[in-house]
């Protein structure tokens, strides 16, 4: 086993060696958790990358390996993926999630971005695959800058990125479709469910790439401020709570939201990308009655 450098972490935030720190947990320690081989970035990821972090939050180290085969450090527990392993270890009273993944794997999402790009089509990239760009992209380098930054280059980030947004819209759609034939309760679960689709929709539109519920309601307030920012950001809790609503209004609530980040899409120049991939499912939404190309 090749455990790295303590100089590797000086890059990390400073706010993330005072949380260390306040947890009594030394950079030696850390440091003997990833098993690294030469060439090999280990990146730190996550929500202590992002600086989204809270005292709940695991610290996320990722390492982008050239080899195969297990290497789960002592005591750990895998949860094993399509993309490799990831394992819980426990320091002090902190978790460290230390995720392995292939290189050659990132490459292969690689290549399917670029297809949906080329394409000018909805990527169906699900949480996995969204969490491994946005880890790569956003994650802190600490050890082999150039061979991350070479793999760096080869994720069309735009592209993901609009996907996200594309597919995100495109299920909300659905969901809200769906309340007109159902009956409660699985009519308010679709409610539910359209709005949050339609809050990763916005915020993967002016935002970074978003795949679950964990940041919706900060990402959502601190993106709101922006003058060209949809209007479902500003009315994050209304949107995912619609539900409380008469179903009737809470579907127009939903589809008015709709609506405008639709339009947001046709003026900016910027979201060209996102509406292309769209245009193939404007025909389903006619039933709405409301502009969507």
């Not at 970074?208 to 709101?224: M, S």
């Not at 709570?241 to 899409?265: G, I, K, M, N, Q």
Request: glycine fraction near 8%.
């Amino acid at each position: 086993m090749a455990s790295v450098p303590v100089s590797a972490f000086a890059a990390m935030p400073a706010a993330v060696h005072a949380e260390l720190a306040r947890r009594g947990i030394g950079l030696t320690e850390l440091a003997a958790v990833p098993d690294l081989r030469p060439g090999e970035p280990l990146l730190l990821a996550g929500s202590y990358a992002t600086g989204e972090a809270n005292p709940t939050s695991d610290l996320d180290l990722l390492v982008l390996t050239t080899e195969s085969g297990s290497r789960a450090p002592a005591g750990s527990s895998n949860h094993p993926s399509i993309f490799g392993d990831s394992y819980d270890i426990q320091l002090a009273d902190l978790t460290v999630n230390l995720e392995y993944v292939p290189q050659s794997r990132f490459l292969d999402l690689c290549e399917a971005v670029n297809s949906a790009r080329d394409g000018c089509e909805v990527g169906n990239f699900q949480s996995l695959e969204l969490r491994l760009a946005q880890r790569v992209s956003t994650g802190i380098g600490l050890t082999s800058p150039d061979v991350l930054a070479g793999l760096r280059d080869q994720l069309d980030y735009p592209t993901v990125r609009a996907s996200a947004a594309a597919l995100s819209f495109v299920m909300a759609m659905s969901l809200l479709e769906d309340t007109q034939v159902l009956v409660p309760p699985g009519q308010l679960l679709m409610l539910r469910g359209a709005g949050e689709w339609l809050l990763r929709a916005a915020i993967n539109t002016v935002g970074p790439i978003t795949y679950d519920t964990k940041h919706l309601f900060g990402r959502a307030a601190r993106l709101a401020g922006n003058p060209q920012a949809p209007t479902a950001l500003a009315d994050a809790e209304q949107l995912v709570f619609t539900e409380r609503l008469p179903v009737a209004e809470s579907v127009a609530v939903l589809l008015d939201h709709a609506e405008d980040l639709y339009r947001l899409l046709t003026t900016d120049p910027e979201h060209r990308q996102i509406l292309a991939m769209l245009r193939p499912y404007q025909a389903g939404w006619r039933w709405t009655g409301r502009l969507f190309g």
